[in-house]
């Protein structure tokens, strides 16, 4: 069978696996950390080291197997004709074409698409929202991506900048947020903000197990440790993750209401959390959205948890190169 | 020239003109108070003697033209493929098949969309919008509708409820809204909210001339008067002009976040104020929007008032009929 090399790249991690065209496996999926410090080219060189390293055993484990081409996954703004990345600070990378470089490298042809999209590509397709003509993702993590399925076509806008759901204000005169913007669902809900939120909860005398996990450094606080002392029955972190849910039931019901979808897929490591994240979620969801959009539209994780942006930056090679 | 009979109807007025093949020209324009007192088929009585007036004047006026069926856009929730409005406390309707009884009683196909998706379609087909591939209308009234074109398509959703942008939460603890959500924009921009803001602030000290424009009965006071003594100088009404656009602007950046659109067209009364409301609904757009997504967008006031409902019915029967 044919396959596509998915390469999903992350501020913190890299991530590239070899997808087979009907998008049920991955062979050769490599991980490493970003390595951003090292500077741009340093991130260009070490994904194209493990490019050819799973192209390699992509060859090993399946001789007639060809690998077509190249769906790249990044992070934006970015401009998916001209294949070039405008601006990641993470990164490192302004203006960079690395569409055309990692093409030209590995001599095959080469998609490039904002790693939010990739991620609902691949939930879409073989994932949480297969089959469905009208989808959401809602990645949490670091910041907060989104995708949109409208029509069975994943939606770019005009500017190839749609679907920055984690920068929906949701508190007109809310927290300021990392874009400069008050108010955004990021500044609530995306890791970073779930630990802030703990910290400052902390410093104003809140009772918890927390101090104690991070040996009293407050800055070593994370999403994690917040989610695992929940799990633990710390009062506190249950708060935080209650009040999590709440601010992603408010953007979740905002985008039911916008855009009446089958289906809402929420992806990233806060998933874990299961009911203690998606009861109160769902609960807020149909506090605030129209019955009949709520009625329409299923609330899930995500199915593909490390590979939905491999496997949708490969779908979206397909789509554009088929 | 061919013509297609559009049908607003309003829960406080009922319009219906007969627009040509082209959008371009709009014969026999009625408009008559929607009278929904007088129960549910007085309502459909009045649009059937409303329609064959229009028709009768349509075809004196160009004996050659034909009517060739029959567009019509009402509030809803409702549902498109049967054609029944399903609940609209302002009408008295309940699961009323609006489109059959129509297209039965005048022998005309017929087909049925959202009011405020019709004033998109409008906009989109002859008005601010045309051309677009992607835009959105937000217009306000008693409430706050909203219309989404994506990839030149109407987008309805999986339940025909898309584009309840009214509906978006903008204050997470906000207002309480007639939805019986808190914060949803309609609670702070919609023509009520308007009113009750004002309303508030006098009866908190605020100095106005605007008590003395509705002789001391505050519960007089409307939207329209607000904007009318803005226009006069008043500060008190300035100062609820520049929130009202402040509101706006958050709903209109969030809808730029999600959609990336190249045109928000802004319909209803309220445009009338001018840059009094579109210079501080851009300026705060700008302070929340992503600079690509507000580089790739106008916003712009509707260039059909009064008749975008109309026209966009028109315009949905020809493209589910033609």
Redesign the interface.
Known sequence: MDYVLGIDIGGTNLVVGAVSRDGQSVIGLHSEPTGAVHGANHVIERILGMARSTIAETQAALPSGRVIGVGIGSPG?LDTKRGVV?LTPNLGWTDMPVRDRIAEALELPASLDNDANCAMAGEWWVGAARGA??AVTFTLGTGIG?G?V??G?L???????????G??????N?RRCG????GCLEAYASGPAIARRTIEALQAGAESSLPMIVHGDLQQLTAQTVYGAAAAGDPLALEVVQDTA??LG?GV???I??????VVVICGGVTKAGDRLFTPLKREVN????K??V???RIVPGELPGTAGVIGAAKVFLDTHA
Chains 1, 2 share one sequence.
């Open positions: 703004p405008i003509r009208h989104g949109i409208v029509d076509r939606l770019h806008g005009a500017s190839d900048v749609a679907a920055e759901v920068h929906m204000t949701i508190e007109t809310g874009c400069g913007n008050d709440k601010y408010v019901a905002n985008l209401n916008i855009l009446n979808p089958e506090r605030r959205a129209f009949p959009a009625q329409a539209c």
